[in-house]
């Protein structure tokens, strides 16, 4: 625990909200080695979606072998291992678009778009029938998930989308396999549905990016810090068919975190204005809301660039991230436990 003033200060119990997007989940590999390394924020809970699921299970098992430190080098080792895969997160490389039209970058718009025009003609069932998933073994080889199966330290969240009935699953600790990851994970264009129980499963961004409600009843603390990867606003109107199908990606993926802000906001409206009868207070929880917005640091990149795992972009974000950990840590501190930091009706609705 970091001294201030002199004394020693005990770590203030949150819970963290991690949103996915591919590549960009390296800029909350950045704000979670910040936090980890200042160490006045405990991880009581971590809920996540897709690439936010895969920071929410190193981080809960480094925690749990390792500490803080063990945490931050799960994260580390773990996406410094996705650049040198190359493959991970790049659907591009799983086919030879650049043979399209010679020269193209893989993470160029325009790579994108080739890789987007076979998938409309073909499926992961039929490019990839084989289902190779390199995040599979990429996971096995950093996660004991047996192990953290068993453990009673970070809650784990992680939620997916049941192809079948349209709704979405959250899977708790004692249910995390690594199968449960690859769903949160799965790109139905990139991917084949990962099956469990039964049922088929793709991203859990089409249904909670992340959800928030278990950490709202799941956990005691009040405090949620929602980390955000996808910004939710931007300047100026899009253009170019890129711009404009990237805005749409953001506000598509946003939508479901916005809703459920929506209901956040209405229930502290009934509590603030004392609407409830006593007797039922107990049962709606008052949290302290807290938001890691991505507007301006991820402002200059697009939705193509979520698919980009060099090791310099990589590290670029995670540098982003450390940065945005240690201002909102000096900004927003105090206020844990205290009293939000976010008025989530002014800012989100």
């Keep these: 625990m970091p001294p201030t003033r002199g004394r020693t200060v005990r770590p203030r119990p949150v819970g963290l909200a991690l949103q996915g997007g ?33 920071n929410a299970v190193l981080c809960a098992y480094g925690l749990l072998v390792g500490g803080r430190e063990g945490a931050r080098r ?71 998930f047996g ?32 199968d449960v990851i690859l769903a949160s994970s799965c790109l139905p264009t990139l991917s084949q549905a990962v099956v469990i129980d039964g049922d088929p499963y793709w991203d859990g961004g089409f249904m909670g990016n992340p959800v928030l409600y278990p950490l709202m009843y799941g956990t005691r603390t009040r405090d949620i810090i929602i980390v955000h990867i996808n910004p939710i606003e931007r300047p100026g109107t899009p253009r170019t068919p890129q711009e404009i199908e990237s805005r749409m990606h953001e506000i598509t993926f946003n939508a479901s975190l916005i809703k459920e802000l929506r209901a956040v906001a209405f229930v502290k409206k009934l509590l603030d204005r004392g609407w409830i009868k006593d007797e039922y207070r107990g049962k709606l929880k008052d949290v302290l809301m807290h ?16 698919f980009d795992v060099s090791a310099a972009f990589l590290e670029d974000l995670r540098e982003r991230g450390r940065e945005t950990a240690r201002a909102w840590l000096a900004a927003h501190w105090q206020d844990v436990g205290r009293r939000s930091s976010v008025n989530v009706a002014a800012q989100f609705l």
């Design 147 to 178: 192990r953290l199966r068993r453990s009673s330290g970070t809650k784990l969240f992680v939620s997916a989308t049941n192809v079948r009935t349209g709704k979405g699953r959250v899977f708790e600790t004692s249910e995390v396999t690594v």
């Design 74 to 144: 799960k994260l580390d080792d773990f996406w410094r291992g996705v650049a040198g895969m190359g493959a991970f997160f790049n659907p591009a490389a799983h086919l030879p678009v650049e043979g399209l039209v010679p020269g193209w970058p893989r993470e160029s718009p325009m790579a994108l778009e080739g890789f987007k025009a076979v998938t409309r003609l073909l499926s992961p069932y039929q490019w990839n029938p084989l289902d190779w998933n390199p995040l599979r073994d990429a996971l096995e080889r950093h996660v004991d």
């Design 291 to 306: 938001s890691i917005r991505a507007d301006e640091a991820l402002r200059d990149l697009s939705v193509a660039s979520k």
């Design 22 to 54: 591919g590549s960009h989940g390296a800029y909350a590999w950045g704000i979670l080695d910040g936090f980890l390394e200042d160490g006045r924020l405990d991880f009581e809970g971590i809920c996540g979606t897709s690439a936010g699921s895969v």
